[in-house]
C-alpha cells in the first residue's frame, strides 16, 4: 500500500501576525486567508529493512535512520522527524514504523506562503491514511501546529495549519487557550471570479526566516514601553474585519485600501518585513496599475500578492516581469488537505 497526500497553500489577506502568541492570547487574533492551487505533497511507503527514510526531493534532502531507534529533533528535516515522532508515540503505541516517506512542494522554502506549515499538514493527513486515524479537521491542524511550534520548537502563528486543513476562503479567530474558530466564507462566484482576476504574484526568489522575524515581533510586542507594534497589531486586526467584509459585498475599492493600510501597518512590527528592494517592487507594481501589494507570510521576502485592476493585469505583469523575480497567476481552491491509498 502507497498513501500520497496533498495540502493546498495560502494566501494570508488580511490580519496576518494577529495568530501568533502572545497577541491572540490577549487580544484574540483574526485573519482572513485564501488557499491556492499549489500544494505540499507527501508520500509514504512501507519498508522491509526496519529503516525510515525521509526525503523532501523538491530540495535535494535525505536522512535513513532505524526506525526502532530514536529520532533526534536536530539536524536536517526536522519536521520530518517531528511529524514521525510525535504519530508512533500518539497513533502507534510508541511501535515503530518503517517507512520511506518523500515529500514535495509546488513553492520554495521561505515564501510566504505557509509552505512549512502546510508541509506538516500533508504529513500529518498521510499519517492519518496511512493508520486510518480518525481525526477530524480541527484535530489535524492543531496536531499539525503542536508538532511545528512546540515539538520542533519553531516560532509561528497558526493560521497555516488551518488554512491548509481546511482549505477555502477563510475567517479565522485566534483565542486564548489555543482555541481557534474558522468560519468559511460563503463568497459569491463572481466576486471570486473577479479576486482571481485581480490577482498577480510576484516571487521575489529571496528566502527568508519566518522563524527570526516573528521572534523580533513578539519581542517588541513585549516591550511594556513601545506600544508601536501592539497599535499596528490592533490595525491590522481592524483591516482585516473591513476586507472581509469588502470581500463578501465584492467592493474592491475598498478592499484594496484596507490592504494598502494594513500593509503600512504590518512594516511597523518588525525591521526586516519590508526593505529597499521589495518597497522597489511594490511601487513598480503601483505604478503600473497595481491596486495594492503586500508581503505574503512572515515579510522579508517571498511571494509579494498584489491586486490590481483586470484592465492592467497585463500592464502589471510586464512591469514586473522586467524585475528580478518570477510573475505568477493562480487560482483559489475549496478543498483542504485530502489523502489516497494505491493498492
Same mark, same amino acid.
Given at each position: 500500500?502507497?498513501?500520497?497526500?496533498?495540502?493546498?497553500?495560502?494566501?494570508?489577506?488580511?490580519?496576518?501576525? +494577529?495568530?501568533?502568541?502572545?497577541?491572540?492570547?490577549?487580544?484574540?487574533?483574526?485573519?482572513? &486567508?485564501?488557499?491556492?492551487?499549489?500544494?505540499?505533497? +507527501?508520500?509514504?511507503?512501507?519498508?522491509?529493512? =526496519?529503516?525510515?527514510?525521509?526525503?523532501?526531493?523538491?530540495?535535494?534532502?535525505?536522512?535513513?535512520?532505524?526506525?526502532?531507534?530514536?529520532?533526534?529533533?536536530?539536524?536536517?528535516? @526536522?519536521?520530518?522527524?517531528?511529524?514521525?515522532?510525535?504519530?508512533?508515540?500518539?497513533?502507534?503505541?510508541?511501535?515503530?514504523?518503517?517507512?520511506?516517506?518523500? /515529500?514535495?512542494?509546488?513553492?520554495?522554502?521561505?515564501? %510566504?506562503?505557509?509552505?512549512?506549515?502546510?508541509?506538516?499538514?500533508?504529513?500529518?493527513?498521510?499519517?492519518?491514511?496511512?493508520?486510518?486515524?480518525?481525526?477530524?479537521?480541527?484535530?489535524?491542524?492543531?496536531?499539525?501546529?503542536?508538532?511545528?511550534?512546540?515539538?520542533? %520548537?519553531?516560532?509561528?502563528?497558526?493560521?497555516?495549519?488551518?488554512?491548509?486543513?481546511?482549505?477555502?476562503? &477563510?475567517?479565522?479567530?485566534?483565542?486564548?487557550? &489555543?482555541?481557534? @474558530?474558522?468560519?468559511?466564507?460563503?463568497?459569491?462566484?463572481?466576486?471570486?471570479?473577479?479576486?482571481?482576476?485581480?490577482?498577480?504574484?510576484?516571487?521575489?526568489?529571496?528566502?527568508?526566516?519566518?522563524?527570526?522575524?516573528?521572534?523580533?515581533?513578539?519581542? =517588541?510586542?513585549?516591550?511594556?514601553?513601545?506600544?508601536? +507594534?501592539?497599535?499596528?497589531?490592533?490595525?491590522?486586526?481592524?483591516?482585516?474585519?473591513?476586507?472581509?467584509?469588502?470581500?463578501?459585498?465584492?467592493?474592491?475599492?475598498?478592499?484594496?485600501?484596507?490592504?494598502?493600510?494594513?500593509?503600512?501597518?504590518?512594516?511597523?512590527?518588525?525591521?526586516?518585513?519590508? =526593505?529597499?528592494?521589495?518597497?522597489?517592487?511594490?511601487? /513598480?507594481?503601483?505604478?503600473?496599475?497595481?491596486?495594492? $501589494?503586500?508581503?505574503? $507570510?512572515?515579510? $522579508? %521576502?517571498?511571494? @509579494?500578492?498584489?491586486?490590481?485592476?483586470?484592465?492592467?493585469?497585463?500592464?502589471?505583469?510586464?512591469?514586473? %516581469?522586467?524585475?528580478?523575480?518570477?510573475?505568477?497567476?493562480?487560482?483559489?481552491?475549496?478543498?483542504? +488537505?485530502? $489523502?489516497?491509498?494505491?493498492?
Amino acid at each position: 500500500m502507497i498513501v500520497r497526500s496533498r495540502a493546498p497553500l495560502r494566501l494570508g489577506l488580511g490580519g496576518g501576525g +494577529t495568530d501568533v502568541s502572545p497577541y491572540c492570547d490577549e487580544h484574540i487574533g483574526m485573519v482572513l &486567508n485564501v488557499t491556492i492551487d499549489l500544494y505540499a505533497y +507527501t508520500i509514504i511507503e512501507p519498508a522491509d529493512n =526496519n529503516m525510515v527514510s525521509f526525503r523532501a526531493s523538491d530540495i535535494d534532502g535525505y536522512v535513513e535512520m532505524p526506525a526502532d531507534g530514536d529520532i533526534p529533533l536536530e539536524g536536517a528535516l @526536522i519536521l520530518h522527524r517531528a511529524v514521525y515522532r510525535r504519530m508512533v508515540a500518539d497513533f502507534n503505541q510508541g511501535r515503530p514504523l518503517p517507512c520511506r516517506i518523500t /515529500t514535495f512542494c509546488d513553492a520554495p522554502p521561505g515564501s %510566504g506562503l505557509g509552505t512549512s506549515s502546510t508541509m506538516v499538514v500533508s504529513l500529518v493527513k498521510a499519517f492519518v491514511e496511512y493508520l486510518n486515524l480518525p481525526l477530524g479537521e480541527y484535530e489535524i491542524a492543531y496536531l499539525a501546529f503542536t508538532i511545528e511550534r512546540i515539538d520542533a %520548537g519553531l516560532s509561528g502563528g497558526r493560521q497555516d495549519q488551518y488554512a491548509a486543513t481546511f482549505g477555502g476562503v &477563510n475567517f479565522m479567530e485566534f483565542h486564548t487557550e &489555543n482555541r481557534v @474558530i474558522v468560519n468559511p466564507l460563503r463568497v459569491k462566484n463572481w466576486i471570486m471570479s473577479e479576486f482571481e482576476t485581480s490577482l498577480v504574484l510576484f516571487n521575489s526568489g529571496v528566502s527568508r526566516s519566518s522563524a527570526s522575524i516573528i521572534d523580533e515581533q513578539t519581542a =517588541n510586542l513585549t516591550k511594556t514601553h513601545d506600544h508601536t +507594534t501592539l497599535d499596528a497589531m490592533h490595525e491590522i486586526k481592524a483591516d482585516a474585519i473591513g476586507m472581509k467584509e469588502c470581500l463578501l459585498k465584492g467592493d474592491f475599492d475598498n478592499f484594496a485600501a484596507f490592504m494598502r493600510k494594513s500593509w503600512e501597518a504590518k512594516k511597523r512590527l518588525a525591521s526586516r518585513i519590508s =526593505n529597499s528592494r521589495i518597497d522597489h517592487v511594490v511601487e /513598480t507594481a503601483l505604478g503600473a496599475g497595481a491596486r495594492a $501589494g503586500k508581503v505574503s $507570510g512572515a515579510g $522579508g %521576502g517571498g511571494f @509579494i500578492t498584489f491586486l490590481v485592476d483586470p484592465q492592467r493585469r497585463v500592464d502589471v505583469i510586464r512591469a514586473l %516581469g522586467r524585475e528580478e523575480g518570477q510573475v505568477m497567476t493562480c487560482h483559489t481552491t475549496q478543498n483542504g +488537505t485530502e $489523502g489516497w491509498k494505491l493498492f
